[in-house]
């Protein structure tokens, strides 16, 4: 005979999650895109930059110019969307906990502004650093603890009755893994607007890009200019910063002349202070919502 098995921690989030994305109208369109570059820089990186951070930050620079990528739906009192004033990314990875290979959501804030090797470090953080170090998933875990019913409300309260923490929790968008070896799924489940799926292991630039998306909140057209903006950016800024971590001209790939990477050392550390000066104003600004 069979048994009953227990729900694990792990699966009762995720059951969360499908509950919620099962009464979203959610659809999905897909696309292949083309970075021969952009994989040909990415292979000469060290450390390499991983094709989800590459495609975490070019989407996100997308969401940040494009505002109905960053609202959300929301049902109570009655039906309006509120609309988050930055990008939040909320990236899905798989990690062994107690035994199992159990999801978890690693939070990306304003990845649009992070350099990719930052971005890099946090990611490689989030996928080998201990659980037991990582805030976020140690919050994931306790939250899975409680009984249903708190659960219940508690997303409840979170979609309609406190939509400006969505970000901080949800995110303002989704990624996780399109397909693997040549299978693709159709579309992705999630609690957020819209979700990124990307091909984690392309072939020589060449892959497929899903984007699932609320039709409560955004219709197909401006997803196609999305998807179109996305490959855009992958192959003009993000292209250009991976040839400047390498040391070549972003346009042939020939190696920079000594003059050219002076030049180039210069704008990188005038980069670095702007990005030192956003992280100090994120900070205030943090502190700010907090006291509120």
Known sequence: MGKRVKLSNGRRLVDDVIRIASKMPMAALSGDYDAAMVATFR??????????????????????????LRRAYVSFPWGHMYEHDRTVGMMTIAREHEGEERLFFARFNRPEEESL??????????????????????????????????????????????????????????????GYKGAYGTKHLGPNTTILGVDP???KGVGRVLLTFDHRVIDGTPVTKAMRQINQVLNTAIKVELAEMIGVN??????LSETELLDLQKRLEVRKSEAEQRRDTEAVR???????
């Not at 946090?122 to 939250?143: C, G, L, M, N, V």
């Not at 943090?286 to 509120?292: D, G, L, Q």
Request: with cysteine; hydrophobic share 35%; charged share 25%.
């Open 43 to 68: 292979r000469r990186t060290s450390p390499k930059i991983s094709w989800n951070v590459l495609y975490l930050k070019a989407y996100a620079a997308v969401c940040a110019k494009n505002p109905e």
């Open 250 to 255: 972003p346009k042939t790939g020939e190696d």
């Open 286 to 292: 943090k502190k700010k919502r907090s006291a509120a």
């Open 117 to 178: 090797a930052d971005l890099q470090k946090h990611y490689d953080h989030y996928r080998t650093a201990p659980i037991s170090e990582i805030k976020q998933f140690r919050h994931q875990i306790r939250f899975a603890h409680t009984p249903k019913l708190i659960r219940r409300f508690a997303w409840w309260f979170m979609f309609n009755l406190w939509p400006q923490k969505r970000a901080s929790h949800m995110g303002t968008f989704g990624m996780s893994f399109s």
């Open 201 to 203: 292991t392309p072939r």
